[in-house]
């Protein structure tokens, strides 16, 4: 089943006269993973902030974007707020800045279950701790109130990212964009989130965009693959048949990219045991 339709959705910024995106399209069904991949710059979180209406700054957007029979752009900002409460859910790359300093991570947590899903206060304090036992941050029979109580800054940037994820998917959304989720997290927490999305996907038939520049993650998640360059979609397709037979220039260059990086580390690793 169709989830989302995205049509010549192009976003211009007027006062400097540049175009950020232009002319995307892409379809979304239930259960699917859509990766987006390119350089930064490319235009792919833009695109997906312009569906929630949550670009910044003089930014036109046009095109057409259409979500259980909805229109998103140009749709009133309290409908948008509704839509991202309740079935579109968000995870942003910089978890520090997604959490306001002056409240604890539990009562932020709570806050958004009692806005999004109407649960009275002592429900939502549950589903808060819910929460941090579901992204290991608490193991079974410890108290997730070592985590809930604490603010924003005496929590690393992996365990706020994790804290982010839980939320997002405890939301349970028909729709999950991750925006660089992984990005500058150890192995350990970059799995973990990988993992949480999977299994959710798995349970409940989320759809998700997963956009990154790990290009190992989204060859792992996604089933199918846009590469944007430039604000355009130079490429698309399944996943794996654009990773193994990449048509266009550009998506040989990012997969043979990484690629040779891949080949550097292994044989770093190779060569550092070899004279342990």
Not at 19 to 29: D, H
Not at 78 to 89: G, V, Y
């Amino acid at each position: 089943m169709e989830l989302l339709k995205v049509e010549g959705l192009t976003v211009r910024d007027e006062e400097k006269g540049e175009t950020l995106a232009e002319n995307i399209s892409f379809s979304l069904s239930n259960h699917e993973c859509l990766g987006i991949i390119g350089e930064s710059g490319s235009g792919k979180s833009v695109t997906c902030r312009a569906l929630l209406g949550l670009l910044q700054g003089k930014l036109a957007v046009t095109g057409s974007a259409a979500f259980g029979g909805e229109e998103l752009i140009k749709m009133a900002p309290q409908r948008l707020r509704e839509i991202r409460a309740q079935h579109i859910s968000l995870m942003m790359q910089d978890a520090m800045n997604a959490f306001d300093p002056l409240y604890t991570i539990g009562a932020q947590l709570a806050e958004t279950f009692r806005e999004a899903r109407g649960m009275k206060r002592r429900e939502a304090w549950e589903a808060a701790a819910a929460v941090v036992r579901s992204v290991g941050l608490a193991a079974p029979g410890e108290d997730p109130a070592r985590v809930l109580k604490k603010y924003p800054h005496q929590l690393s940037g992996g365990m706020l990212q994790r804290c982010m994820t839980g939320l997002a998917l405890a939301l349970k959304p028909e729709i999950l964009i991750a925006d660089e989720p992984t990005t500058a997290l150890d192995s350990i927490n970059q799995r973990a989130i990988v993992e949480n999305i999977r299994r959710l996907r798995r349970e409940t038939g989320m759809a998700v965009i997963f956009i990154s520049h790990d290009l190992g993650v989204v060859k792992y998640l996604a089933d199918r693959l846009l590469v944007m360059r430039r604000g355009r979609i130079v490429e698309s397709g399944e996943a794996s048949e654009v990773f193994e037979h990449p048509q266009e220039e550009y998506t040989r260059y990012l997969i043979e990219s990484r690629r040779r990086m891949s080949g550097q580390f292994r044989r770093a690793v190779s060569e550092g045991g070899a004279h342990d």
